[in-house]
């Protein structure tokens, strides 16, 4: 069954960038929409954005204007473009379908925006 891997995170400072990339393993992105999840410290997973098989994104307010999602289904990856982060944006970074599914979880992602 398909895995999902996330990787691209790092330690950075406030007006910093990084690419979070999202690859499937052992199967395909054979969803119609695929999203990020971040999750804060003692706070609840949230959805940072998704986008659809073709192209129709969505974003949370906090991050419109600054994120920047895309997919390719041919190489089953998907990209979150973090521009001009924030500390707010510190957390671990998830992809999944959206609708999450809990068996699609991977380890995720950590982000630290920080001087």
């Known amino acids: 069954q398909v895995q999902l891997v996330e990787s691209g995170g790092g330690l950075v400072q406030p007006g910093g960038s990084l690419r979070l990339s999202c690859a499937a393993s052992?199967?395909?992105?054979?969803?119609?929409?695929m999203g990020w999840f971040r999750q804060a410290p003692e706070k609840k997973r949230e959805l940072v954005s998704s986008i659809s098989r073709d192209g129709v994104a969505y974003y949370v307010q906090s991050v419109k204007g600054r994120f920047t999602i895309s997919r390719d289904d041919a190489t089953n990856t998907m990209i979150l473009q973090m521009n001009n982060l924030k500390p707010e944006d510190t957390a671990v970074y998830y992809c999944?379908?959206?609708?999450?599914?809990?068996?699609?979880w991977g380890q995720g992602t950590e982000v630290t925006v920080s001087s």
């Open positions: 052992r199967g395909s992105f054979d969803y119609s929409r």
């Open positions: 999944n379908r959206v609708p999450f599914e809990d068996r699609l």
